[in-house]
């Protein structure tokens, strides 16, 4: 058998939780977020996941799967339900994603200051979302504005608001003083 070990992170989101695998579970920085059954068709393993009723969303990104439960259950009850349930789905060799259904984001032309804005999300920004179970993806810059999408723990994390005003639209705006404000997509 081929034996996965899994530890389990807390996040600031109190309702998510962040399984950390000792194995990739995705490649080239791939990211997938499922905010229900519907959109995860492509992944085997979140539709897997999506069977437990108190499941709301589902991420997956390099060696992570973040959970997002609802009020039905405390993460004490359910935690190493779930734990055991995704190392035995990895050890079985279960499909994380089907490549014959994923779907491909079109890559979008970018102008410099859209680079230079992921440029800094990438190198200050994505690395303590990651840690906290979640991720940012910038979305499109257009009249001062930066608009960006949360995902994983980051979305509906009651503190997400304070992070995208506190600290991403401070940092853009000290590096890029064309950026006014950072909006969150579907927030």
Avoid: H
Wanted: a negative charge; hydrophobic letters at 40%; aromatic letters at 8%.
């Amino acid at each position: 058998m081929n034996s996965v070990n899994i530890y389990i992170e807390a996040n600031p989101n109190p309702n998510s939780l962040k399984f950390v695998t000792d194995r990739m579970l995705l490649q080239n920085n791939e990211i997938k977020d499922y905010p229900d059954p519907k959109s995860a068709i492509e992944s085997p393993m979140a539709l897997a996941l999506f069977e437990f009723k108190y499941i709301e969303r589902v991420f997956i990104m390099s060696n992570f799967i973040t959970i997002t439960k609802n009020d039905l259950v405390n993460w004490e009850e359910v935690k190493l339900e779930l734990r055991n349930f995704i190392k035995k789905f990895i050890e079985e060799d279960g499909k994380i994603i089907n490549p014959q259904l994923s779907n491909k984001k079109e890559e979008k032309s970018l102008k410099d200051i859209d680079k230079k804005i992921i440029q800094i999300l990438e190198e200050y920004i994505k690395p303590a979302v990651e840690q906290d179970g979640g991720a940012i993806q910038f979305e499109s810059f257009e009249k001062g504005t930066v608009k960006v999408s949360l995902q994983g723990a980051c979305s509906g994390c009651p503190s997400s608001m304070i992070t995208l005003k506190s600290g991403i639209e401070k940092l853009l705006k000290r590096f890029i003083p064309e950026v006014e404000e950072v909006v969150a997509e579907g927030v």
